[in-house]
């Protein structure tokens, strides 16, 4: 078993190297080892298993991942935390330290790893939660699992389906790569510091893309565009894109969409439909 981290042990080691929780980076460092080997359980690591852990910040979880005999490679853009990582495993979890890679960069701009991921295992900072996890489902298409700890919010979102009121781009991109759903909730007292938010676990299972001519970047370019004004009905919120509200009226009754439908109605499916009618049109 590693040595994990608890309340005291990670203030007294980020006092040793001087380091505090920063809003520029959205670090909130998990202290409760229950709450990080939940978090693996739930993520289904297995001894062997690659994963990916993006903002490992004190290493908390990253030991309970090495615990649990991942291969881990952690992404950290904190210069402080990303030198300290490798020495706090190797205290702590010596026997393990030699599975972990430290990647000091922006996640943002990770292309390539060394071992090809199969599962994205995170405490993500709530600011950049959307965006790195569509980064590394595009980028890596080895990962077949993702296990996030988000902002309430942001997690309901992500899990949200049509027709509901917290259904929106995130909903409908994520729904392209995967099949997602809130996988429990997280009390703010296992963080240093204390949010000022609720947080909750998300669980993404990638599946088959949908069967489309139309790339990525259209189906996308479609999402944005008819959520940029909920209230407005697709004929006019994909004027712009279709290049007129004639050209997204005649888009729409082909695929047998009304053409006041909202976005908040549609599936990813219906988009894919309405971006080969735009390619169809164009």
């Known amino acids: 078993m590693a040595d994990l981290l608890g309340p005291s042990d990670i203030r007294s080691l980020a006092e040793s190297l001087g380091a505090a929780p920063t809003k520029k980076w959205g670090q909130n460092f998990v202290v409760d080892s229950g709450t990080v080997r939940r978090i693996v359980r739930i993520a289904g690591v297995e001894a062997g298993d690659a994963v990916v852990e993006v903002g490992p910040g004190l290493g908390s979880l990253t030991l309970a991942l090495l615990e649990a005999g991942a291969h881990v490679t952690a992404v950290e853009i904190d210069p402080l935390l990303a030198k ?4 706090t495993v190797a205290e702590r979890a010596p026997d393990e330290a030699s599975r972990l890679t430290v990647i000091h960069e922006d996640a943002m701009r990770v292309t390539g790893l060394d071992a ?4 994205l295992v995170a405490n993500l900072p709530y600011n950049v939660s959307v965006p790195v996890i569509l980064h590394f489902l595009e980028t890596f298409p080895s990962l077949e699992r993702v296990l996030v700890m988000v902002q309430a919010e942001v997690a309901d979102r992500l899990a949200a389906g049509p027709g509901s009121r917290t259904y929106g781009i995130p909903s409908a991109k994520a729904a392209w790569y995967c099949d997602v759903r809130a996988a429990g909730d997280v009390k703010r007292n296992v963080f240093w510091p204390v949010p000022r938010v609720d947080s909750r676990l998300v669980l993404m299972e990638r599946r ?3 069967e489309t001519s139309a790339s990525r970047e259209e189906v996308f370019a479609v999402i944005d565009a008819a959520f940029a004004q909920r209230r ?4 006019g919120a994909l004027s712009e894109l279709a ?4 050209a997204s009226e005649a888009a729409l009754e082909s695929v047998g969409i009304a053409p006041l439908t909202r976005g908040e109605q549609l599936d990813i499916h219906d988009f894919t439909r309405i971006a080969e009618a735009l390619n169809a049109t164009a």
């Open 208 to 210: 088959e893309i949908p």
């Open 232 to 235: 407005k009905g697709l004929r």
């Open 84 to 87: 300290a990582l490798g020495d």
């Open 116 to 119: 090809p991921p199969k599962a």
């Open 243 to 246: 290049g007129s509200s004639s």
